[in-house]
Structure formats: C-alpha cells, structure tokens
C-alpha cells in the first residue's frame, strides 16, 4: 500500500496550494483536518506530515496534536506554521521542522523533506493511477453490476472508461437529462458514445421532473441539493428494477470534496454529487477520481487512450445550466440562456482563443434593465459573459477577451435572443469569487 504524505493546514488556506505542490512532484498526498491527524496516522501511516498556515495560528494546533506528533516518528515540515508550531513543540521532534519558507527555498526544501526524510519515490504517476486503481476496482466490485451517472464530461467518462475496463458489460451508464444541458449536448454525448466507446449506455429525458421540483426555488444552495438529490432519485428508481445492481458510480473529483466541506471543514458550496446527496440511498457510491484534481484526470484520461477531444472538453457542472441561470428555473429561461451560451462558445471558437481558455459560457444574470430595439424601449435580462483559464478549478483568473470578439457577441446576443436587453462582462478571478455564478 502507498503511504501518502498527509497535509493539515492549521489556518484553511494554504493546504490545496501545498497538495498541488506535493502532486506535482507525483507523490501521493491527502487534505485532512488537523483534529484528524491523530487517527489518519495510526490508520495511513503516513510517509510524512505536512503542517500549513500562517503566523498567529498556534490556537489551532492543540496540545493533544502535538503530542501525537511527538510520538508518530513521522517526518513533519511546517511551513508558514513553523514559529508557531515551535513555540510548543517538544525537542524530540523539533529538528524535523523547517524555519517558515520564503518562496524562492520552497522547491529546496519540498526536495529534501519528500525524496530525503520521507523516502518518497516520484512514482505517482498517471498510468500508475489508473493500473492500480483498475486493479482495485476489478477485486472490489467483482461480478456486481454498476450503474454509472454519466454526464458526458470528462470526469464521468474517465471514471466509466476505468470500470468498463474492470468489470465490462456489468457497467450501465445512464445519461439523465435533466433539461440544463447547453444547446443541443444531449445529442452530441450520445454520438459521442455511441462512435467511441462499447459501453451499455441509457438515455433517460428527466427534465420535466427536475423543473417541477425546481420550481419557485432560488437560493443557489438549494438548487444544487435539489439537482443532486434527483439525479439519485433517478437512478435508485432504475435500480429498483434490476435487483442485480449495487453500485453507483460518479465522476466525483477532489475540489467538489474540497469545496463541499471536507471532513466538516467550511463549505464554499455544495457540489450535486457530493452535497446534494441523501443520507439513505440503495446504492452504494463507487468514486474513483475522488482524490484527483482535475488536470489530473486529463492525465489519466490520456494514459487511458481516451481522445483528447474528450479529454480537453470544456468543464460542465453536473447541475448544468442551472448554476449559471439566476433565480427560478424554468425551461423559458433556460432556453433564453442556452441560446446566449451558444453564441459565446461559438464565437470564441470561432476566434481560435477557445484552445487557450478554461471555461467560457454565458450567464442570465436574473437582473432586467430598460433597453431600446427597433426604437422601441424594452425591459429586457441581463445576460454576462465569463471566460476563466484555470489548472484544477481550485483558482483561475479572468481572461481578456478581445473587445472585437466582445463586439460580435454582444451584438449576436442583443439581436438574436430577443429578451436580452443588455451583455456585461464578468472580470473576477477565484478567489474571491467561484468560476461559476452559484
């Protein structure tokens, strides 16, 4: 079994960063919470612990962890945390903290600490992932049948590619469309599918439903608990009818655990596949890409043979067009939304800045403004244009498009969708704010 490196961050704000750099050295680590250290050690054995923070946060490291640390003999590197750290640390153990790090010392010391204390091997890599978590798979599913939630996203899809290549035609995939797919996508995954792959796969037209139990709600949070807790609906009903089925699988990756609250931490929001879930479901979760960060996938993806232009798909959030479409959902509105989306993306596409670009869509902003057209006034939504580049979603910065480009869509916009009054540009990178609006 490989021993991870585990990574606390005593402040919460520093330990994506500090596992993007543990990962990129293909060493496998994990994120907990401080207050877990103690039993993820006696059940992980850790190669290593990683203390992250910053200054004033010894109130956050108590003394029963400092205790556990003293007695693990385990290898621990604070950083940013250190002076704190050391203020109460006992001497048997404090040679194995480094002083806090300035930035250019960071790659030194990262060296020293994995390859030279802890003994780590650089053989984390992408196709081991994928041999070793297909190996995994085929002895812990066995003959059972899984039903997978497929989305036609690169996530879902390497994850159904892995457990079709464990346990074959035991694995269904179900497409459910939940009516907030972008103009015409529902066709094209399953064209996608069926020139592509060899895999049992089922179309399931549940919009009518999800719109029904979405109406008159509002609040972002609820949306996504909604979307999240139909979409097991829909597949424990089709369960229901094959008493041979066990497993559900999803495409879950390692920032919609992060962003959803890991272990009780703080939630940014909650991800349809991890918070919209219920507490009693027929099925149980099968996750292979849980602990990946989204480049990552890509990478397993192509140590698969998946088709890189599945692999570079732009992103799509499981609950669709309904965390870009403000306020009530209604097919209306998402039909005004779905129009403007498919405008901007074939634009930008149009342009060749598309390749370069993380995720660009369109938003219907639930805010109307008075406009003109046909020198008539008009009352019509707001729609926006985001566009981010972005390496694992974790953070992303806003790109710049061309104010040409910025032209000929708004000016498609205004003049092909009717109810849209008026475009706005959404220049916030993440943090402070998330890729998408809700």
């Known amino acids: 079994m490989r021993r991870p490196v585990l990574i606390?961050?005593?402040?919460?704000?520093?330990?994506?960063?500090?596992?993007?750099?543990?990962?990129?050295?293909?060493?496998?680590?994990?994120?907990?919470?401080?207050?877990?250290?103690?039993?993820?050690?006696?059940?992980?054995?850790?190669?290593?612990?990683i203390l992250t923070g910053s200054f004033g946060d010894e109130k956050l490291i108590s003394d029963e962890l400092i205790i556990e640390l003293s007695r693990a003999e385990v290898p621990v590197l604070a950083i940013g945390a250190g002076a704190a750290v050391q203020k109460?640390?006992?001497?048997?153990?404090?040679?194995?903290?480094?002083?806090?790090?300035?930035?250019?010392?960071?790659d030194t010391v990262f060296k020293d600490f994995l390859f030279g204390r802890c003994g780590c091997a650089a053989d984390w890599t992408a196709l081991n992932f994928a041999e070793e978590t297909i190996s995994r798979l085929k002895r812990?599913?066995?003959?059972?049948?899984?039903?997978?939630?497929?989305?036609?996203?690169?996530?879902?899809?390497?994850?159904?590619?892995?457990?079709?290549?464990a346990i074959g035609d035991n694995l269904i995939c179900i497409f459910v469309d939940h009516g907030m797919m972008r103009k015409n996508e529902g066709d094209s995954?399953?064209?996608?599918?069926?020139?592509?792959?060899?895999?049992?796969?089922?179309?399931?037209?549940?919009s009518g439903r999800f719109l029904t139990k979405l109406k008159g709600v509002t609040d972002p949070e609820t949306k996504r608990k909604i979307i999240g807790a139909e979409f097991i609906e829909v597949f424990s009903e089709y369960a229901a009818?094959?008493?041979?089925?066990?497993?559900?699988?999803?495409?879950?990756?390692?920032?919609?655990?992060?962003?959803?609250?890991?272990?009780?931490?703080?939630?940014?929001?909650?991800?349809?596949?991890?918070?919209?879930?219920?507490?009693?479901?027929?099925l149980e979760l099968v996750e292979p890409l849980r602990i990946l960060f989204k480049d990552e996938v890509r990478r397993v993806g192509a140590a698969l043979g998946i088709p890189e232009s599945i692999i570079n798909r732009q992103p799509f959030p499981g609950p669709g067009l309904g965390v870009r479409c403000l306020g009530e959902l209604t097919k209306q509105?998402?039909?005004?939304?779905?129009?403007?989306?498919?405008?901007?993306?074939?634009?930008?596409?149009k342009s060749g800045l598309a390749k370069d670009i993380w995720q660009y869509f369109a938003v219907l902003t639930n805010v109307s403004?008075?406009?003109?057209?046909?020198?008539?006034?008009?009352?019509?939504?707001?729609a926006a244009i985001r566009a981010v580049r972005s390496i694992d979603a974790m953070t992303a910065e806003y790109v710049k498009i061309p104010y040409d480009i910025l032209d000929r869509i708004t000016e498609?916009?205004?003049?092909?969708?009717?109810?849209?009054?008026?475009?706005?540009?959404?220049i916030t990178g993440k943090p402070p704010s998330t890729i998408e609006w809700e």
Do not use: W
């Open 8 to 49: 606390a961050d005593v402040s919460g704000k520093y330990a994506q960063l500090t596992a993007r750099a543990v990962r990129e050295r293909e060493i496998y680590c994990e994120v907990v919470r401080p207050a877990a250290l103690p039993d993820e050690i006696k059940n992980k054995r850790p190669a290593g612990i």
């Open 88 to 106: 109460t640390i006992p001497s048997s153990i404090s040679a194995a903290l480094a002083p806090d790090l300035l930035c250019g010392e960071v």
């Open 140 to 165: 812990e599913l066995g003959e059972s049948k899984v039903i997978c939630a497929f989305s036609g996203g690169v996530d879902s899809t390497v994850a159904a590619v892995m457990v079709h290549k």
């Open 189 to 206: 995954i399953m064209e996608t599918l069926k020139n592509t792959f060899d895999m049992k796969v089922i179309r399931v037209d549940a």
């Open 241 to 282: 009818n094959h008493d041979d089925a066990k497993y559900l699988l999803q495409g879950t990756i390692y920032p919609d655990v992060l962003e959803s609250g890991l272990d009780g931490a703080d939630n940014v929001k909650s991800h349809h596949n991890v918070g919209g879930l219920p507490e009693k479901m027929s």
């Open 333 to 349: 509105r998402l039909d005004i939304l779905r129009e403007c989306d498919a405008i901007v993306r074939e634009e930008l596409e």
């Open 369 to 382: 403004s008075v406009g003109m057209k046909d020198g008539r006034r008009t009352y019509g939504e707001i």
């Open 412 to 426: 498609r916009i205004t003049v092909e969708v009717e109810q849209i009054s008026r475009v706005v540009l959404d």
